[in-house]
């Protein structure tokens, strides 16, 4: 199949990669993306198309993998230009919001939640489907890297097994900074890591790992947090877990061009008066 990709990102590049890898022609969007986006496609092989409507012109899919806050836009911006395919949206969405872009989309919507880091080894990733077309758009992926995985239940259904799985692993990381945080303010920071090696063992070193291994990405977790604190409080639970992480994440945002992140630097970013 002709497949286009919305966008090209550290992970996205890697889906588009294994739908490569399986067979399939991937195209992308270049208008208005950054120096870093062109590399990673030029590296990948993708042909390039300047204007979304010459890429969904040639395109029998579309794939796309996106911040969260812009995926309906991105899905509307997709269905405005006429397109009539298949449209796989991979990205960390409430159910609410997918049940949104399926409301525009119809039955050619797939609903999809990756789990995993971007897709450089077998056994590292998965994509999990849900909708009416989610057998087919798996086929997108059957020889490459990424995993595709169908689950029952209608559209949303992938997407609320990632908000429960980003829950834990990215929510419990934020939790973790913010206690290292706190410890750093009530100057007991070496008691804490004390108890820690008795009773937690581990757990610093996990500490340490959040802050260097979220610190480049946290800018993109923000958007994820709320879409999970959207999940709970759709659902009738208590949503402040992970309201609170999105501001963790946030405060974190301008890490991004760090070139070493550290713990210290990560705390004093978490501890530094808003």
Known sequence: MKL???????????????AQDSGHSVSWLSEGRSDA???RAMAAGFSSCVSLLELLAQSEGVISVCPPNAAVAVAQSVVAAGFDGIYLDANAVAPHTA?????LLGDR?????????PALRAGSTRLYLSGSQASTTATWFAGG???????????????ALKMCYAAYTKGTSAMLLAIRALAESEEI????????????????????????????????FVGEMEEIAATFAAARLPDGFHGAAAEIYRRMADLKSVQSPSLAGVLDRLRAKR
């Open 4 to 18: 286009a990709l919305l966008h090209p990102g550290e992970m996205g590049v890697t889906v588009g990669v294994a």
């Open 145 to 159: 890297l990424l995993e595709a995985i169908t689950i029952e239940g209608a559209p949303g259904a992938a997407s």
């Open 37 to 39: 986006t062109v590399k």
């Open 109 to 117: 919507y797939v609903d999809g939640g990756i789990i995993g880091p």
């Open 189 to 220: 920071t070496g008691p804490l890591l004390d108890e820690w090696a008795i009773s937690q063992k581990g757990l610093a070193d996990r500490s340490e790992r959040a802050a260097i291994g979220t610190a480049p990405k946290a800018w993109r």
């Open 99 to 103: 049940r949104q872009i399926h409301a």
